[in-house]
Structures are given as C-alpha cells and as structure tokens.
C-alpha cells in the first residue's frame, strides 16, 4: 500500500515541478525567471516544513523495542529539516520575495506528506517516502537553477546531499529492524 502511495506521489510531483519549470522566462541581469524560483522555494520551504512536523511527530510517538535510536534519529533530521527551511527562507527574502509560512495551504503546497504512520515500521517507511520526494523535487530543481542561478543552485545541492543521507540513514534502520 505504501508503494503504491509513493508512486502516485512522485508522478503528481515531477508533473507539477514541470508545470512551473515551462513557466520561465529569462529576464536581464538575473538569467534565472525569479518568479518561478520563488514559487518553487516555497515549495520546497513548505516541503521542509511538513517533514519538520512529520519527523516531530514520529519522534514523540515512537515506542517499542528500538524505539530510542529511531527516535534520536527522528529528532536529528527533524532538526536538520528545519534547519533547510531556515537556508530557504533567507534565500528566497534574498531573491526580493516572502517565505510563505502560512499554515492554511502548507500541505497541499508541499511536495511530501503528513503521514502520523503507525507504529515504528510505518513511520520510517513513510519518512523514507518523504525523502524520495524531496530527493527528486530537490534534483528537479537544482537542473533548472543551472548556470542561471548558481547561488540557489549551491543552496539546493547541499540540502539535496543531506536527503540522501537521510534517505540512506532511514534505510539503515529498515536494516536493523530486519525488514529490509
Ligand atoms: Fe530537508
Ligand atoms: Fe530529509
């Protein structure tokens, strides 16, 4: 069921990255259309968000055998996703935009889910989804930054190393649970 979900997901994602991705138009000085990258900032600033509440979430609620290393490392990447959030915020202010932290709309903005997941198993298979998604939207983004904008290009490909060591860490932990 979590395959399934997970494919769907990515589908709508890549679609909607493209969307944005057609809008742009090169303007003078600035090579990159700053509209679309604002609007994909906030995007990923609203995605980084979710993954906060979500990793916040499954930090307090992870019990059972092995529940306190998970949870450590729950708390861990719900700090660094907070911490992406913060990078994207101050770049998009830097751009001469606004980051978007308005809770109405915050997760049908983002590109990952809130699943509260159920159970130990469920919650890491589910962050483990969130991180896939950000990887591709990360990568999706940081080809269409290019040359145009290399700050924000730089900014993303950071971001992007630190989600595939999450993804990688989750799957580490599917590992030691013996269910991998
Ligand atoms: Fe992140
Ligand atoms: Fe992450």
Known sequence: MANKTFLTD????RKRAREHIEKGAVTEGYHADRETVLKLLNEALATEIICVLRYRRHHFMATGINSQSVAAEFLQH??????????????????????????DGLSSRSHSEYVEGDGLLDMIKEDLIAERIAIDSYREMIKYCGNDDPTTRRMLEGILAMEEEHADDLVSLLEQLGVS
Do not use: F, M
């Open 78 to 103: 719900a700090n660094e996703e907070q911490a992406h959030a913060d990078e994207i915020a101050q770049r998009i202010v830097q751009l001469g935009g606004e980051p978007n932290l308005e809770p």
């Open 10 to 13: 990515i589908q709508t994602l």
